[in-house]
T-cell receptor, first 114, second 111 residues
Framework: AQSVTQLGSHVSVSEGALVLLRCNYS??????LFWYVQYPNQGLQLLLK??????LVKGINGFEAEFKKSETSFHLTKPSAHMSDAAEYFC????????????FGKGTRLSVIA | DTAVSQTPKYLVTQMGNDKSIKCEQN?????MYWYKQDSKKFLKIMFS???????INETVPNRFSPKSPDKAHLNLHINSLELGDSAVYFC??????????FGEGSWLTVV
């Protein structure tokens, strides 16, 4: 069975500071990994995904994540936070074959302080 | 040109009522899903359909019944609504297990 652990239900950073949102996964098969963002009262938008190609994945809005198999991690980073980055961020895992649904972490709420 | 659309976006209803949420995708995907997001923002799969066939049915009360009339639609019908059914329900779709695209969500409040 697959699972995702997001460390920290709430992360607060200053505007312009580094954003680091942590995600560790558990999977018995090679995984696909995803980061989604949810703004208040909106749906989930895909930020980026890892599907067994390059281990450093670049996404939208300046975000990127690095797949580290040895650490079973897929942390999300952004060099400089903007106020508009304040949202809920979800890490998710699925098997890399077949139509398996996503298994989500519990989410991390990112606050950006002016 | 919305990819995954679901209606209604907001629904307030009384306990005991029956309600439906509709979902349509115009991406040509073969798999559709329903996810539930609870008050703590936790997202969990409810159902998954592939080419109109049910392939995943998680531990969901029988009061919840999905229906897929064709590959582009997956509706969710809920009977005898309870207070605990209040949540955000997300429809989603994918092709061949690739990236899953989500709808905007349907906020259900049972009073």
């Amino acid at each position: 069975a697959q699972s995702v652990t997001q460390l920290g239900s709430h992360v607060s950073v200053s505007e312009g500071a580094l954003v680091l949102l942590r995600c560790n996964y558990s999977s018995s098969v090679p995984p696909y990994l995803f980061w989604y963002v949810q703004y208040p009262n909106q749906g989930l938008q895909l930020l980026l995904k890892y599907t067994s190609a390059a281990t450093l994945v670049k996404g939208i809005n300046g975000f990127e994540a690095e797949f580290k198999k040895s650490e079973t991690s897929f942390h999300l980073t952004k060099p400089s936070a903007h106020m508009s980055d304040a949202a809920e961020y979800f890490c998710a895992v699925s098997e890399n074959s077949g139509n398996t649904p996503l298994v989500f972490g519990k989410g991390t709420r990112l606050s950006v302080i002016a | 040109d919305t990819a995954v659309s679901q209606t209604p976006k907001y629904l307030v209803t009384q306990m005991g009522n029956d309600k439906s949420i509709k979902c349509e995708q115009n991406l040509g995907h073969d798999t559709m899903y329903w996810y539930k997001q609870d008050s703590k923002k936790f997202l969990k799969i409810m159902f998954s359909y592939n080419n109109k066939e049910l392939i995943i049915n998680e531990t969901v009360p029988n009061r919840f019944s999905p229906k897929s009339p064709d590959k582009a639609h997956l509706n969710l019908h809920i009977n005898s609504l309870e207070l605990g059914d209040s949540a955000v329900y997300f429809c989603a779709s994918s092709r061949n297990g690739n990236t899953i695209y989500f709808g905007e969500g349907s906020w259900l409040t049972v009073v």
